[in-house]
């Protein structure tokens, strides 16, 4: 089992940047594929990236596509999330997850959650 603490969040203006962190307790982070979901008030959760256990692979939402990076230290059991060119329609709760199965886009894939750190962007 793995226990997940999201960081980072904050009030940004359009175009600016944020950097979220995600650490995880246990031995075993390494083997867990790492994602990154958010809500937004009134829609449901969606799927933003995520990177395999090794950071050997990644994969992203179209609408973040280009201008957020996942990447994670095994070393520091720590998964990160590099947001730039921020936008109005990125505000929303994010989460991060883990599971001990491949890269997936659903959310009920994903059995351990972090609590929700909040993003805000202003225009």
């Known amino acids: 089992q793995v226990q997940l603490v999201a960081s980072g969040g904050g009030l940004v203006q359009a175009g600016g940047s944020l950097r979220l962190s995600c650490a995880a307790s246990?031995?075993?982070?390494?083997?867990?594929?790492m994602g990154w979901f958010r809500q937004a008030p009134g829609k449901e959760r969606e799927f933003v990236a995520a990177i395999s256990w090794s950071g050997g692979s990644t994969r992203y939402a179209d609408s973040v596509q280009g201008r957020f990076t996942i990447s994670r230290d095994n070393d520091k059991n720590t998964v990160f999330l590099q947001m730039n060119s921020l936008k109005p329609e990125d505000t929303a709760a994010y989460y991060c997850?883990?599971?001990?199965?491949?890269?997936?886009?659903?959310?009920?894939?994903?059995?351990?959650w972090g609590q929700g750190t909040q993003v805000t962007v202003s225009s």
């Open positions: 997850a883990a599971s001990q199965l491949g890269i997936s886009t659903m959310g009920r894939m994903y059995p351990y």
């Open positions: 246990g031995r075993t982070f390494s083997s867990y594929t």
